[in-house]
Structures are given as structure tokens and as C-alpha cells.
């Protein structure tokens, strides 16, 4: 991942759109047993279309479990899926870095339906 102050090259809107950035809700979440790093793991309901999909997530500095379940997210839903330990990845939920480098994540300012496209 390039560092905050390097600019990625430029692209075209039509690979921006090859991105799929959906909104779920966080369903379940739990420590991720194993993990190198502190993470958790998520279950987020995309809606009828996509489901409920998994998530390894390290966001332990500024979220625990309980916290999260019912939040709405902000995830990549078109990426391959990916083994993170014993866990298949099959999302990547999005967020920013603080001051401090710990993820805060990105959701929406108020209540959307599940699945709901980021454009």
C-alpha cells in the first residue's frame, strides 16, 4: 500500500468502476483466533443479493466486538477471496488510517439499505 503522502498514478473512471464498494451491516464479530496481528473477525450482511460474507479485520485499536454488531461498513466485494490464517477473507472492509496508523473505519453518516453501491 503506497504511504499517505505518495500520489498512486491516475485511472480512468471505468476502472474505478471495477471496484465493487458495497454497504453492509456488521452481523457477528469475534476475535480472530491465530491471528499475527490483533484482528477480528466479521460477518457482514450485504442483503439478499450478496449475503452474509467474512471479513478479517484489524481494527482492535478503536472497535470491540460488541461495539460493532448492527454497524453499517463500507467493503470491497469483488476482490478473490483470501486466506488470512484459518479464516477465508471473502471482503475487504474499508477504512482510514488515524494519527496514530490504527484504522478507523469508513461508514455512511446514516442508515442505508444493505448492498447499496458506492459510487
Known sequence: MPAASS??????FADFLKLD???????AAEPLAGARKAALRL???FGPDFGIKSSSAQITAH??????V???VAAVVNFPPRQIGKMLSQVLTLGFPDAAGEVVLVVP???VPNGGRLF
Open 109 to 111: 453518516e446514516r442508515a
Open 7 to 12: 500520489r498512486p498514478p491516475d485511472v480512468a
Open 21 to 27: 464498494v458495497r454497504v453492509g451491516t456488521i452481523v
Open 43 to 45: 460477518a457482514i450482511d
Open 70 to 72: 448492527g454497524r453499517q
Open 63 to 68: 472497535y470491540t466486538p460488541q461495539a460493532l
